[in-house]
């Protein structure tokens, strides 16, 4: 993704509508997905390689069709729980150009990661205020937020605690926050406006089915983000 604007420098002025929140389509399946994604105006799309999943893709089987997303757009390979090796070869895969890391890896295996010169996010999931205070640990400077629901990593269409999710943005401006958990066409410009983080992510919010998006809804949702201010 492009250079993140600085955030403590994101006040609106009346009339201003330039703060522009980049949004992250996930849990594509296919190339057809893909392409309505990027026509939808998505400045990043999610592959989820997690087998627990109802969104899975064989990230290896996809190489084809992945190599075939245009280059201003981000690739992001979701794992959980991975073995650091495994993550370490899904990340330098020549097309992938970010891992997401969204299971209950370490602050140590998130260091390791980052010593080796690979880019990620790592995915928090907001229970309370000590997952806020913790944000700063995970060995880089972009994190994702999103929902809390026991026993689930996410893609549950559970909404994040906005609360704390304007508070971290806030508390941390070094930090390029993402917002995830919850969010659709209808009620994404309030949590932009709200919560002003760097990008969105949405998954369940845009499809017909698990696995399976919506071309209108995307559509909608992109439109949602560009208009919330």
Not at 63 to 68: D, H, T
Request: charged share 20%; aromatic share 6%.
């Amino acid at each position: 993704m492009s250079p993140q604007v600085p955030i403590q420098s994101r006040s609106i002025p009346a009339g201003v509508s330039s703060f522009r929140v980049r949004v992250k389509i996930c849990g594509i399946t296919n190339a057809a997905d893909a392409e309505a994604a990027v026509d939808a105006g998505a400045d990043a799309l999610g592959f989820n390689t997690w087998k627990g999943s109802r969104r899975y893709l064989d990230i290896r089987a996809a190489g084809e069709w992945l190599r075939e997303v245009p280059v201003f757009v981000c690739r992001v390979a979701l794992g959980i729980n991975l073995p650091l090796e495994e993550a370490l070869q899904m990340a330098g895969l020549s097309f992938i150009d970010l891992l997401q890391l969204h299971g209950d890896e370490p602050a140590d295996y998130c260091a390791r990661i980052a010593a080796s010169g690979h880019s990620f996010v790592r995915a928090v999931r907001l229970s309370g205020p000590n997952d806020v205070e913790r944000l700063t640990e995970w060995s880089t400077r972009q994190v994702l937020l999103d929902a809390a629901v026991p026993g689930a990593f996410g893609g549950t269409g559970a909404l994040a605690d906005l609360r704390l999710a304007a508070e971290a943005v806030g508390r941390f401006p070094q930090l390029r926050i993402t917002l995830a958990g919850g969010l659709e066409p209808d009620n994404v410009a309030e949590a932009v406006r709200l919560v002003r983080p760097y990008a969105v992510d949405v998954a369940s919010g845009v499809e017909g089915s698990p696995g399976v998006k919506d071309r209108v809804k995307m559509r909608d949702f992109v439109a949602a983000v560009a208009g919330a201010f």
